[in-house]
């Protein structure tokens, strides 16, 4: 079956531009992340999604940074007023299984979408 | 505060030799531990989780409270296991460390 798809794959953006950035996460899959890459640096957490609850956001590092995931399928990641320091790659992955404590959560990931903001 | 360390970069190694991709977190509660792969041109993908210690691709990692690591192994590498490793903590939250790119020459 399809996985995760995400995009547009690249987008490069005037600073001060607003972004919309699109997952698709696996059909039925419950939950759903986004982590910010930048180069060199593994993924860093910005938000979780539990079908179309947002469970945790502690990871967005400004208010110019929101994420939603209305009908618990789709999610859309946006950046307003984009900022150099915003360059990255963002990554989505969703995983079957809802929030356990201990839970084991194999996340399958999207190919993300490489922001460029010049 | 919880933190994913993966010391090295890069880890060049030959073929036929034995590797270990180092990697240390911290973490006050019973951690979920995991190993994530990124082949070239290709998406991130789970490689092992340490709660059901299996070996996939020859790899292993097991976890040691005592000296809060978790470093995966194999015994002898092959070409096709250059690829960026990442290893990570946690649950929904998964924190990853900064990764080690993996390079076996022939």
């Known amino acids: 079956g399809a996985g995760v798809s995400q995009s547009p794959r690249y987008k490069v953006a005037k600073r001060g531009q607003d972004v919309a950035l699109r997952c698709d996460p696996i059909?039925?899959?419950?939950?759903l992340f986004w982590y910010q890459q930048a180069l060199g640096q593994g993924p860093e957490f910005l938000t979780y999604?539990?079908?179309?609850?947002?469970?945790?956001k502690s990871g967005l590092p400004s208010d110019r940074f929101f994420a939603e995931r209305p009908e618990g399928s789709v999610s859309t990641l946006k950046i307003q007023r984009t900022q150099q320091e915003d360059s990255a790659v963002y990554l989505c992955?969703?995983?079957?299984?809802?929030?356990?404590?201990?839970?084991?959560?194999?996340?399958?990931f999207g190919p993300g979408t490489r922001l460029t903001v010049t | 505060a919880q933190r994913v360390t993966q010391p090295e970069k890069l880890l060049s190694v030959f073929k036929g030799a034995p590797v270990e991709l180092k990697c240390n977190y911290s973490?006050?509660?019973?951690?979920?531990l995991f190993w994530y792969v990124q082949y070239s041109r290709q998406r991130l993908q789970l490689l092992l989780r340490?709660?059901s210690r299996e070996s996939i691709k020859g790899f292993t990692a097991d976890l040691n409270k005592g000296e809060t690591s978790f470093h995966l192994k194999k015994p002898f590498a092959q070409e096709e296991d250059s690829a960026m490793y990442y290893c990570?903590?946690?649950?929904?939250?998964?924190?990853f460390g900064a990764g080690t790119r993996l390079f076996v020459k022939a």
């Open positions: 340490h709660i």
């Open positions: 059909s039925g899959h419950v939950s």
């Open positions: 992955a969703s995983s079957p299984t809802g929030t356990v404590p201990l839970g084991s959560y194999e996340q399958y």
């Open positions: 999604f539990q079908n179309e609850a947002q469970l945790d």
């Open positions: 973490y006050s509660g019973s951690p979920e």
């Open positions: 990570a903590l946690g649950g929904f939250k998964t924190i």
